[in-house]
């Protein structure tokens, strides 16, 4: 990855309803030659699989094409890849720090909402075994904390 963009790994469970998400959304805030975007899960059951159908089209509703994005494990490697690790919940925070090998690579982890409510420790909920009204929620906190990360990362933008 190169060193003139900005990394950025967006993180849940098995990648295929919150980190696609929250991929798409920052994707589409941010100038794509200053940052590069990805999004994994630290539970390899989806791998290869396209993002969960409703995450699909909460984006489609929102004009964010998330359809070719395939799901795949964190690896070791991304700690040295990505500036900043978002975690979508305390439990995947808690996953990548166990896999994290430094405290130089543990300190590139963050709870995603934590850019707007930092010490209030809140999560992305799981929308997977919920409704449509789940995944509409999971949209709107990463549609408010995307914008926050994109105007803090990309002022002119």
Known sequence: ?????????????????????AEGLLKHKVNFTKFKIDSAGTSGGHKGEAPDKRSIKVAQKHNIDISAQRSRWVTAQDFEDFDIIYAMDGSNYNNLL????????????????????????LDVPDPYYGGKAGFDNVYRMLDQVTTVIAKRLDPQE
């Open 98 to 121: 166990e896999i994290a090998q430094t405290d130089e690579q543990k300190s590139k982890v963050k709870k995603i909402m934590d850019e707007m409510f930092p010490g209030e420790g």
């Open 1 to 21: 990855m190169s060193k003139d963009t900005t990394n950025i790994l967006m993180v849940c469970l098995g990648n295929i309803c919150r980190s696609p998400l």
